[in-house]
């Protein structure tokens, strides 16, 4: 006998039967014992905090779960469903830690249960679980993620003001026991002293003051204990480029450097980096927020790709890393999803100039060719140099430049920066100046230095542009005026192809202002338009168009649609829109902004000068 759900057989019924009384795939019994710990979780706070609660008909299937232990039910429920709260995610993703603590708590839940409450059933509950822990350990094997102290601090702040809510809310819970009517601040006070296991100055009747102080105090206790932990655990140090690693990947730029123009940034030395297992390729990757996030195409030979992607993808499951891959090519989104089975999506297009194909003649390049030649009027000029070729002074001028021009606290790009200039080993990288004599400023520190554009080696024939900076008092106009002189300048240092920024959502910009285009692509072009108020996508687009370049689709691959906010969000961090560094409180800036939504980027005042154009 068989079933047969729409010409397809889903399987013999007493097969099914049997994979039911086997119980859950052993895949999915992480994802189910978070849920029941999220559940339960919040099941325990609940009882702990609300006198109803307890009393009402839910408590009869709460006091039969792990928390709610005795004439402490309160505290220790509280206690339980925050702790249980906090493993969830670890069991969801994994994590052998998490696991350990599991099966530590359920034995002591299942003897509390039985001690305090004398309750079967409790225990019963709580060793099946633990049975079910035990018996899948093997799902249980992630390794921890790197982590630091700022763990420490930001468990505290998180514990700390979550422990300030739910205090105000047991405080609060009992009102007709309340002795009097406090105020917010005296309530407020009282939180704050049972959490140090003080009596404060709000009084009840009934014997609520011990539930009310033992609640709080478990609050505290906990709040206290896992910020000890994260404070002294041993430390994982997050993955770092060795000399040996460098070493390698240099070499395999230099067979294959050609193919990709983020090739050159595989060279940041806050990533990590896994080899396929002939050496002839190799992933590059940092780990932000529990995402194992790659960028640009595997380096090195094509035919070698599928061995370092798997490597990658082990050591993303060894982890519990969710895997992603930000600005990979057409070719490497391909093979990607053919050795993965992932998902690629397009995120923008990068801009590439032809410099065979570049002239500033013809009513294309007006706008361009007239700014040039303003600003050249105006009395600057322009040098376009490999960085080899640079005196030790100038370099170091250079370098202060763009340090003190930078107009954030933290160095932004990850996927398509290198994060520093004048590297020894970055000989062949193109760094183009502007310069202007200043008489009223002829102290200072960049002597006639106004604007800094960095170019990154593409292989022997081509370059990729990586930051752009320029003084504030420099003449509006001075990215077009770099860009313009180092492809005119390219033929001469060997150049053929100069890769410019990267403009996401390009196509549904260009598509959306189409005659013909319909109201969905509409409606989707006016939102980017909106949001380009606060991130540079329609000004970027525009900036890049007009050098006339070929677009380049890029994509990011992704295990699972609702995977993509977190994958954005760790892409945020990692490009430094999202830091926790803490800001130097009264320091005034003396650099021009340099936002940017990727690391190829054009600079806020560009974005004033593309408007104004």
């Given at each position: 006998m068989s079933v047969t759900v729409d010409g397809d057989k889903s399987g013999s019924v007493p097969d099914r039967v049997r994979q039911i009384l086997r119980g859950p795939r052993p895949e999915r019994v992480p994802a189910l014992v978070g849920t029941a710990c999220t559940l339960i979780g919040l099941i325990d706070i609940a009882a702990g905090v609300f006198p109803r609660f307890r009393a009402s008909r839910m408590h009869a299937v709460a006091e039969v779960l792990p928390g709610t232990l005795g004439p402490l039910s309160a505290?220790?429920?509280?206690?339980?469903?925050?702790?249980?709260?906090?493993?969830?995610?670890?069991?969801?993703?994994?994590?052998?830690?998490?696991?350990?603590?599991?099966?530590?708590?359920?034995?002591l839940g299942a003897v509390a249960q039985f001690v305090w409450r004398h309750s079967v059933t409790g225990a019963v509950l709580s060793l099946v679980l633990l049975t079910l822990l035990v018996r899948h350990r093997d799902q249980f094997a992630a390794l921890p993620d790197p982590r630091s102290r700022w763990r420490a601090l930001a468990n505290f702040v998180l514990m700390g003001a979550g422990s300030l809510t739910l205090g105000l809310v047991i405080v609060s819970a009992h009102p007709r026991r309340i002795v009097g009517s406090p105020s917010l601040a005296d309530r407020l006070e009282h939180v704050l002293y049972g959490l140090f296991g003080i009596e404060g100055p709000v009084g009840y009747t009934g014997g609520v003051d011990w539930t009310v102080g033992y609640s709080l105090g478990a609050l505290g206790m906990l709040t206290a204990l896992t910020t000890i932990y994260f404070a002294f655990r041993p430390e994982h140090p997050a993955a770092r480029l060795t000399e040996d690693d460098e070493t390698k990947l240099r070499a395999l730029l230099h067979k294959h450097g050609a193919r990709d123009s983020l090739g050159h940034f595989a060279l940041r030395r806050d990533k990590g980096v896994v080899f396929s297992?002939?050496?002839?390729?190799?992933?590059?990757?940092?780990?932000?927020?529990?995402?194992?996030?790659?960028?640009?195409?595997?380096?090195?030979?094509?035919?070698?790709?599928?061995?370092?992607?798997?490597?990658?993808?082990?050591?993303?499951?060894?982890?519990?890393?969710?895997?992603?891959?930000?600005?990979?090519?057409?070719?490497?989104?391909?093979?990607?999803?053919?050795?993965?089975?992932?998902?690629?999506?397009?995120?923008?297009?990068?801009?590439?100039?032809?410099?065979?194909?570049?002239?500033?003649?013809?009513?294309?390049?007006?706008?361009?060719?007239?700014?040039?030649?303003?600003?050249?009027?105006?009395?600057?000029?322009?040098?376009?140099r490999r960085v080899a070729d640079l005196s030790d002074g100038e370099l170091a001028r250079i370098h202060r430049a763009a340090e003190d021009w930078r107009g954030t606290d933290t160095e932004r790009g990850f996927s398509m920066a290198l994060g520093r200039i004048g590297d020894p080993g970055d000989g062949d990288a193109v760094i183009a100046t502007a310069h202007k004599d200043d008489p009223e400023n002829a102290d200072s520190p960049y002597g006639d230095l106004k604007a800094i554009i960095h170019f990154v080696p593409w292989g022997t024939d081509g370059i990729s542009l990586e930051l752009m900076r320029r003084d504030r008092s420099a003449d509006p106009g001075m990215n077009e005026l770099l860009i313009v002189a180092a492809l005119q300048n390219a033929p001469r240092l060997g150049i053929e192809r100069v890769s410019l920024n990267f403009a996401m959502f390009r196509a549904a910009l260009a598509r959306g202002e189409k005659i013909g285009a319909g109201p969905v692509l509409r409606v989707w072009r006016g939102l980017l338009v909106f949001l380009s108020r606060w991130f540079q996508i329609e000004s970027l687009y525009k900036f890049n168009a007009k050098f006339q370049p070929r677009w380049e689709p890029r994509f990011v691959v992704y295990r699972k649609s609702r995977d993509l906010p977190r994958i954005g969000f760790a892409a945020m961090q990692a490009e430094g829109f999202v830091t926790l560094s803490l800001p130097r409180p009264l320091t005034r800036r003396t650099r021009t902004t340099t936002p940017r939504p990727c690391a190829h980027i054009v600079p806020s005042q560009a974005e004033h000068e593309v408007r104004a154009a």
């Open positions: 505290a220790l429920s509280l206690s339980a469903g925050v702790l249980l709260l906090l493993l969830a995610h670890g069991l969801k993703r994994n994590k052998r830690r998490a696991w350990r603590a599991a099966v530590v708590l359920l034995p297992p002939s050496g002839k390729a190799a992933v590059c990757y940092r780990v932000v927020s529990g995402v194992m996030l790659a960028s640009g195409d595997p380096i090195g030979d094509v035919e070698a790709w599928p061995g370092a992607i798997e490597r990658f993808m082990d050591e993303a499951k060894a982890h519990s890393w969710t895997p992603a891959v930000m600005g990979c090519s057409e070719t490497g989104g391909q093979v990607w999803t053919r050795e993965t089975g992932l998902d690629a999506l397009e995120l923008g297009d990068e801009a590439i100039v032809d410099v065979s194909d570049f002239s500033l003649s013809g009513r294309a390049m007006r706008n361009v060719r007239q700014m040039v030649k303003r600003i050249e009027r105006n009395g600057y000029t322009t040098k376009v």
